[in-house]
Structure formats: structure tokens, C-alpha cells
């Protein structure tokens, strides 16, 4: 069995993310100027309802799956298990399609056919989206972080490298730049698959394996639902109750307050691909002092994009999109907070205990959709962002207490904690050097 991800590969994984946003940002700042506000979010909302599907199709297994590449690379049945993976990936998006295709009018407000459209459209990049999930998922409970990290990798490159190329061609409606994510996703399946090499990837449907499979999984499931609801339910909000142009705002503000968070998330993923591979009492230990030393960086980080976003957004974005400064100031505060619950919840996801994450994720949607439904907070775009914030305090503050009731580690960071965060952060500055 490989041994457990340290430095080095966290190192990468954080090499890897800041290289993707970096991608991500570009991506949409030539969006912004290209398509401006309204066509910014008619793009935006075509993509919500299928990224969705593609999610809940997958029944919850991605995260199972990464549990079962642990145990079956000890057990020498790792080839095996991927082959099963593929038949079972291949299954998902035939229904993915078909129920996607025949809910979307359901899903979409009538006055908006060029979102349904497009929506539709897109639900093509199911099949891909799936396979992909899966196969990431054995490349987290395998421990290959590196493959993991080049995989995403070349799906943020190439799709920025499409962006660009459409972009110059003078494209200025949203279709062309759907179609560029959706071969992005494509092509970054294609490379995963000559990574492992053909052969081994070749599928088997195993409908007793797979049905296994779907039960081993429920509880993931149920916390897919949960996190999706969590994820999208200001995108939602926006789609049924505000305009385009509202929507294009705040993917914009959403995606310039989250720009620190790459870190969070690579810490995340670093914590879940540990915590699958070791012994309940070392893992908690782990969890908790992979999170304060997480904390420490995040925190300073935000305070950085706080008082960088009033530039930048005008700078990047153009003018049209200056009002989005407001609202991405309040969600720096809110990505945070979501970003520091994201790694307790992966950490108790990787100790195969996903109801914190999913009672979590749920409170959180509760909380923004109460706040909004009820008139706590007025429906704008200022106090979507506030509902948003909130909300994902909570989801902090839960997480926080799930932890708590499985372990007396400390979570605050301490002064000794600060010491190793300055060794480690040169020693990771290094290291990713190395790495990119």
C-alpha cells in the first residue's frame, strides 16, 4: 500500500489549485468582458441545473468509491475495481441524460428559453463529468494526488485554452464558451484514460457490484443531496427571483471572493485522502492539526483579498461589473468560513462518517433560504451575499461542534501552531516550486 500523503503532495495539490484558479480567473474575467452582465449570467444559469444532475447521478459513490480504491489497491484488486468503475460510470449518464433532458423545462423559469436551451446543451457533459468523479475519487483513496492534480489540471487548461481561441475568433454570445467547457471536460477524460492506458479501463457492468455499491454508498448520497442544496441554493435563488444580469454579478463576486480559498481546498482534500488511510485515533489528531494549521493561512489570506477586491474587480472585470464589489466583500467572509467547514467535513467524510457533512450542509441551505424566504434580509444582490455569509457560519460553527463530539482535540490555533505554520509555509512555498 502506498504511504499516507504528506508535505510533498500537499505542496502539489496547492501548486495544482493556485495554477487552476489562476485558470479559473482568467476564464472569467475574458467572460466578463466578452458577454457583460446578462449574457454573463444566462451562461452561468445554463449551467447550474446540469452540473447538478451529473452530481446526483453519480448516487453518492464518488465518495465510497474512494474508501474501496484503498482497500482494493491493499488487496491487490485495483485494475479490477476501475473496470467495474467504468461499466457502473457508463450506466449513471445514460440516466443522467435521459432524466435531465425531460426535467430541465421543470427546472428552468418558462421566461428564460435561451436557458433552457442552453441547459440542455450542456447536459451532454454528464457522461464525462462521471466518469472523471469516479476515477478521481480511486485516485484520492489510492493516495495518487499527483495524478489527481494533473487530471484537473488539464481540464482548467484546456479549458482556458478553448476560452481563448473562441474569444479571439470574436465569439461574444454564451454558447460558444459552453461548448468550450464542454469539450474540456471531454478532453481532460481523455487524458485520464492514457494515463491508466485503455485496457485497464476497459468496462464491466457488474450488476451485483453495482448494486452493493449504491447501498454502500446511501449515506453519501444523502449528503450529495445535501451539499448540492448547500451549493447552489443562492444560484437557484438568483435564477427563479432576480434577472440575468443579477446572476452575472454574482458569479463574478462569488468567484473573485473565493480566489483565497485554494488553499482551504487543497488542505481539504489532503485531509480526506489521510484520514481514509489511517487509524481513527491518529486521524482525528491529524484532522485537527491539519485545520489549525489550514485556519491560520486562510484567515490571513482573506484579510489580503478584502482589501484587494475593491481593485480588482473593476480592473479585471471592467466597470459593468463594479457593483459586485459590495457583495464579494461580505462572501470573502462567507467562502471562508466555508472553506475552513469544508475540511472537518472531509476529515469525518474520510473516517466514513458523512452525517455531520450532510446535517451540516442542509442547516446551512435552511439558513440562507429562511433568511431570504422570510424577509430577514431583503431580496438583492447585497442580501443574497449576506444570506450566503451567514449560512455558511453556520455550517462552520456545526462542523465545528460534529468534530468536537468525536474528539477533544483542539481546533483553535495555538501559539505553537503558529511556529510550525511559518516552518511549513517555507518549506511548502519550496515545495511547490518544485512542483509546478
Known amino acids: 500500500m502506498r504511504a499516507r500523503p504528506g508535505l510533498t503532495d500537499l505542496a502539489g495539490t496547492y501548486a495544482a489549485t493556485l495554477l487552476m ?29 446540469p452540473t447538478m444532475v451529473a452530481a446526483l447521478a453519480l448516487l453518492g459513490t ?61 447536459l451532454l457533459f454528464a457522461p464525462a463529468s462521471i466518469l472523471l468523479a469516479l476515477l478521481k475519487g480511486m485516485d484520492l483513496g489510492e493516495g495518487r494526488l499527483r495524478r489527481f492534480n494533473v487530471t484537473s489540471c488539464v481540464l482548467n487548461l484546456g479549458h482556458l485554452a478553448l476560452v481563448v481561441v ?28 492514457l494515463r491508466a492506458g485503455p485496457r485497464a479501463l476497459a468496462p464491466r457492468l457488474d450488476l451485483a457490484w453495482a448494486r452493493g455499491l449504491v447501498v454502500r454508498a446511501a449515506p453519501y448520497l444523502a449528503t450529495a443531496i445535501a451539499v448540492l442544496a448547500h451549493a447552489q441554493a443562492d444560484r437557484v435563488f438568483l435564477l427563479w427571483y ?35 488511510r489511517a487509524d481513527a485515533g491518529e486521524a482525528m489528531v491529524d484532522i485537527a492539526r491539519l485545520f489549525r494549521l489550514g485556519a491560520l493561512a486562510c484567515l490571513a489570506l482573506s484579510l489580503a483579498m478584502v482589501a484587494a477586491i475593491p481593485v480588482l474587480i473593476p480592473f479585471l472585470f471592467g466597470e459593468r461589473f463594479a457593483p459586485a464589489v459590495g457583495p464579494a466583500m461580505l462572501l470573502v467572509a462567507g467562502s471562508t468560513c466555508g472553506g475552513l467547514a469544508g475540511m472537518l467535513d472531509e476529515g469525518l467524510r474520510g473516517r466514513a462518517n458523512p452525517l455531520s457533512g450532510l446535517v451540516g450542509h442542509l ?17 438583492t444582490l447585497l442580501g443574497v451575499a ?39 509555509g517555507r518549506r511548502l512555498a519550496h515545495a511547490a516550486r518544485r512542483s509546478a
Open 21 to 49: 484558479q489562476a485558470s479559473t480567473l482568467v476564464v472569467g474575467v475574458i467572460l466578463a468582458r466578452a458577454l457583460g452582465p446578462e449574457a454573463r449570467g444566462t451562461l452561468a444559469a445554463a449551467l447550474i441545473w
Open 62 to 122: 464518488n465518495n465510497r468509491i474512494a474508501l474501496e480504491a484503498a482497500e482494493a489497491e491493499g488487496a491487490g484488486e485495483g485494475p479490477a475495481l476501475a473496470r467495474r468503475v467504468v461499466g457502473f460510470a457508463f450506466a449513471c449518464a445514460a440516466g443522467a441524460l435521459a432524466v435531465g433532458y425531460l426535467a430541465m423545462p421543470w427546472l428552468v423559469p418558462a421566461q428564460q428559453p435561451a436557458v433552457l436551451e442552453l441547459s440542455r446543451l450542456f
Open 166 to 193: 473562441v474569444w479571439l475568433a470574436g465569439a461574444r454570445e454564451p454558447t460558444p464558451f459552453l461548448l468550450c467547457l464542454l469539450l474540456a471536460n471531454y478532453a481532460a477524460l481523455a487524458f485520464r484514460i
Open 242 to 276: 432576480l434577472d440575468a444580469a443579477a446572476l452575472g454579478l454574482y458569479t463574478v463576486a462569488l468567484s473573485s471572493a473565493s480566489v483565497h480559498m485554494g488553499l482551504g481546498q487543497s488542505v481539504a482534500r489532503l485531509i480526506f485522502s489521510r484520514a481514509t
Open 363 to 379: 442547516l446551512s441551505a435552511c439558513v440562507f433560504l429562511a433568511l431570504l424566504a422570510f424577509g430577514l434580509i431583503p431580496a
Open 386 to 424: 449576506s444570506a450566503h455569509c451567514i449560512a455558511q457560519a453556520a455550517f462552520l460553527l456545526w462542523m465545528i461542534a460534529s468534530f468536537r463530539a468525536r474528539s477533544s482535540e483542539p481546533l483553535v490555533p495555538r501559539r505553537s501552531d503558529l511556529g510550525e505554520f511559518l516552518v511549513h
